[in-house]
Structure formats: C-alpha cells, structure tokens
C-alpha cells in the first residue's frame, strides 16, 4: 500500500493556460474523488469516480473542468482556460467499499497556482 | 450545507485535554474526521455512523448525537503531534459524499 499519489505537486500557470493533474489512487480502490480547498477552508468536493463511471459532479466544477479516470484506474482533473479563482489546491482521495461508508484516504495534493 | 464546527482554533499545553464540536443542520448518516497538518494531506482519524458503529483511531474518541445531528471529537492528554487543523466531513445519505467544514485549528505547546 503505497499511497494516494499526486503530480504534479505544484504547478503555476498563467491566467488562460490549460492544466492537467494526476491522481494515482491506492491500487484496488474503486472509488476516486477529487476535492478543492482553499487556504482557511475544508476540502470542497469536486467529482468522484466509481472504477471509470463518473457518478457525481458538484456545480462548483463549471464547464472549464473536466475528469476522467479511464480504465478505472488513474484519474486526470483537467482545468481549460485558467483564471485566478482556480488558485487552490487540489486534493484527490480514493477509499474502497467497506461496510456502510467508505473511509477515504487522501493523496498530497496539487497546489495551482494561476498568475 | 457545510457543517459549523467549534471552535475555530483552540491552543493547549502538552497534556491538556480539548473537544472539538461538528454540528449540521440535516440529518446525518455519517461524520468522518481527519487531521491536517500545514501543506500535507488530511490524515483519516474516525468515523462515527448513524446507529453506533465507529471506526478509527485507537487513541482518540469521538461521539455521534444523531438526535442533534452533532459529533465531538475528543482529544485527551494532548501531545505535541496533536498540533494541526482538525476537520469534520458530514455524509448526509448513503452517497460517500462529503461536506467538510471550516476546521478547527488545534495548536498544543510544550
């Protein structure tokens, strides 16, 4: 068990360019989420995966987002035309049906930072 | 609706024992808790679900009011790892999906 991974960890970017993150979940888990949490705020949630389906997506994600998790592994959050609002962190996290509800574990986090 | 934890920060000597509030105005299903440590990921600690069941942390309790739709964290003889932002994730169905709150920042000194 080695871990929810992201990468990158850090990214800046200028207002208007695109930018892709990945989130390696903890091999075997089916569900993968995807969070964004700004400084003095809990994690906000985004969109989560059951193996490739994408079940739900908060209207925080607005047309300039998009997530895949093809093959039900791996996950890409894609952000098209950045602004500086999309300045956060973006937080993945993966967990596995067990019992009732889920216990999800979360990667490092990729900080973006849009100039 | 983001449930309203308390208080917002709270500061500790080492030993010093602290609870941490979570509070939501719709029924719950679940309250999941998680520390995080400034530019590190949230570290799973409890979850607490409607009709009793608990899972987490062998050194740390919590309890679920379902009644009032509120949970406690708490944190005895507190110890210097304890420092960093303590936040709670409200389920309000069975959807494995979380709403966070603000967090509460726990700092314990020596």
């Known amino acids: 068990d080695t871990g929810v991974s992201q990468n990158p960890r850090h990214k800046i970017t200028k207002r208007g360019q695109n930018v892709t993150f990945r989130c390696d979940p903890i091999s075997e888990h089916n569900r993968l989420y995807w969070y964004r949490q700004t400084l003095g705020q809990g994690p906000e949630f985004l969109t989560y995966?059951?193996?490739?389906?994408?079940?739900?997506k908060s209207r925080l994600l607005s047309d300039r987002f998009s997530a895949e998790r093809p093959k039900g592994s791996f996950s890409t959050l894609e952000i098209q035309r950045t602004e500086q609002g999309d300045s956060a962190m973006y937080l993945c996290?993966?967990?596995?049906?067990?019992?009732?509800?889920?216990?999800?574990?979360f990667g490092p986090g990729t900080r973006l930072t849009v100039l | 609706q983001q449930p309203v934890q308390s208080p917002q920060a709270v500061i500790l000597r080492e030993g010093e024992d602290a609870v941490i509030n979570c509070s939501s105005s719709?029924?719950?299903?679940?309250v999941h808790w998680y520390r995080q440590k400034h530019g590190e990921a949230p570290v799973f600690l409890m979850i607490l679900l409607k009709g009793g069941e608990q899972k987490g942390h062998d050194k740390i309790s919590a309890s679920f009011n379902e009644k009032k739709q509120q949970s406690s964290l708490y944190l005895t003889a507190s110890q210097l790892s304890y420092s960093g932002t303590y936040f709670c994730?409200?389920?309000?169905?069975?959807?494995?999906?979380?709403?966070f709150g603000k967090g509460t920042l726990l700092t314990v000194n020596p």
């Open positions: 994730g409200t389920e309000t169905g069975s959807n494995y999906k979380l709403t």
């Open positions: 995966f059951q193996n490739e389906a994408q079940l739900e």
């Open positions: 996290a993966s967990s596995s049906t067990s019992g009732r509800t889920d216990t999800q574990y």
């Open positions: 719709k029924a719950l299903y679940s």
